[in-house]
């Protein structure tokens, strides 16, 4: 976190769009359906689906906090719909780490 006299308090953990990023690309890669045929199968509501663990850490002056939790994801959705539930899992995981 930094102070500048343009924007005031910035927390690079939000302001970088390098989370975000990773999430999606992680979401992509993992939502092929050529995927759904691997052992271990997942089901979503009868659907195949991949587990995924998405966390942020944040942490100044030596102390570090981060908030991680798993998630079920269908793995034959729609490219618009694989934005939707990034963010629907970056939203959360954002605000938890700041509560």
């Known amino acids: 976190m930094s102070h500048t006299r343009r924007c005031g308090w910035v ?3 939000y302001a970088l769009p390098t989370a975000a990023a990773g999430l999606i690309a992680r979401m992509r890669a993992r ?3 050529a995927l759904a045929l691997t052992p271990g199968l997942l ?5 195949p689906a991949f587990a995924l ?3 942020l850490t944040s942490g100044a002056l030596g102390v570090k906090v981060q908030l991680a939790q798993d ?3 269908a793995r034959n959705l729609a490219p618009a719909d694989r934005w939707g539930a990034a963010l629907g899992i970056f939203m ?8």
């Not at 089901?43 to 659907?47: A, F, T």
């Not at 959360?92 to 509560?99: I, K, N």
């Open 31 to 33: 939502s092929d359906p």
């Open 11 to 13: 927390d690079w953990v």
């Open 71 to 73: 998630y079920a994801v």
């Open 92 to 99: 959360p995981a954002s605000v938890g780490l700041v509560q």
């Open 43 to 47: 089901l979503l509501s009868g659907q």
């Open 53 to 55: 663990r998405y966390g």
